[in-house]
């Protein structure tokens, strides 16, 4: 087998791994989100209405096999002519110190003591998530400036 051929086998293993890795990091989020309304849910039956939880949490996905686990605060807003409050919500911004999580404190701080714990934990996983997220975004873009140089050394190649 020759160079080439072995750089784009070797190239095609990594893009499967990466993709089946992204799905399972996408699935992964999506069931944390789940568990945490589910939870908010059986936490809000418990409790009185001004004490329900208002933060809540959402999992977006990119086109590039990219996940955004996020958190958001939740406002019940009466536009005039309407006859119920509608619910609005405002994104939480995450912060500058940790590149892969919300500040946990100021979530606490956010969070309804009745969500207080579903909100740290799940945040925490959500975390963890982020990180290995951003690895393979890193492998996505050293496996692209790969092909790229190995396209060039073909076209040197060729020339020769």
Known sequence: MHAEEEEKDLLAIL?????????SLEDRARFLSSEFWEDKRENNKKGKLEDRGHLGCRIRSKGDGGIYAEWYKTFWVKTSGAEK????????????????????ETLKKM?????????????????????????????????????????????????E
Not at 124 to 147: G, P, S, V
């Open 111 to 159: 969070a309804k003591p009745i969500e207080k714990d579903i909100v740290v934990r799940t945040e925490e996983a959500f975390r963890i998530l982020r990180e290995q997220n951003y690895c393979l975004t890193q492998l996505r873009k050293y496996a692209k400036q790969l092909e790229e140089a190995n396209a060039k050394w073909e076209a040197l190649s060729e020339g």
């Open 15 to 23: 893009d499967a791994v990466v993709k089946e890795q992204s799905q």
């Open 85 to 104: 409050a509608k619910p609005w919500g405002k994104y939480i911004k995450k912060g500058k110190r940790d590149p892969f999580g919300y500040n946990i």
